[in-house]
């Protein structure tokens, strides 16, 4: 069941011996990406659990400095991910899994590679950090939702953002829309250049992505 306001969240807990340990948000989305019934979106079998020591993910639960041996008293959470599916250039469907952001940036012309905001971009966020910076404050990943967030900044308020960023200090944007949604869809005429994880996935376009509760164990 999905944390609500005020619940607690987290409990002591002891990993079993064959729990996998794992250092990155992408690495967790890797291993689950066997497991997941891409047509029912859902992840299968008994809840995958994971030890994790590094990524955004981890940062969001607190980032504990422990070794994340089986024998050591860990912290447990239960925790959403999120499931994607889009298309490259070439028409074909692709899916991934991820646990913490999926980051998208309409390509130009003129910049294939354009930074974040400076043309229409997205956020999807299951985790409060995206890429070591606080870009998704409210996100919480065990309560069942996603934040989005999509537009386009000036190159001044880009700065300014930035440094927002740092902090989780976030102002509401005229330019940015922000929703909490369990499914986001794009336009399925628009193309982004897609990270997952922080994984380059490279171009795609019509893109849902799922948010499916209460998929994993995470103990850091």
Request: proline share 8%; with cysteine; aromatic share 4%.
């Amino acid at each position: 069941m999905s944390i609500r306001r005020g619940q607690n969240w987290g409990a002591p807990g002891r990993p079993a011996a064959a729990t996998p340990v794992v250092a990155s948000d992408a690495a967790v989305g890797d291993r689950l990406e066997r497991l997941v019934d891409w047509d029912q979106r859902i992840v299968v079998g008994e809840m995958p659990s994971f030890v994790l020591t590094g990524g955004d993910l981890h940062r969001t639960l607190g980032a504990p400095r422990r070794r994340g041996t089986p024998e050591e008293l860990l912290a447990e959470f239960t925790c959403d991910v999120m499931v994607l599916s889009a298309r490259d250039p070439a028409g074909t469907e692709i899916g991934a899994v991820a646990v913490a952001h999926v980051v998208g940036v309409q390509p130009t012309a003129l910049r294939r590679r354009p930074p974040l905001w400076s043309t229409p971009s997205l956020v999807v966020a299951n985790a409060a950090f995206v890429l070591g910076d606080n870009l998704a404050p409210r996100a919480h990943p065990g309560d069942g939702w996603i934040d989005v967030t999509s537009g386009m900044l000036h190159r001044r308020d880009r700065g300014r953002a930035a440094i927002r960023a740092r902090t989780g200090t976030h102002v509401p944007h005229p330019d940015l829309t922000e929703r909490r949604v369990r499914e986001w869809k794009a336009d399925p005429r628009v193309t982004y250049l897609l990270a997952v994880d922080g994984r380059s996935i490279g171009r795609v376009s019509d893109l849902r992505v799922t948010v499916v509760p209460d998929a994993i164990q995470v103990f850091v």
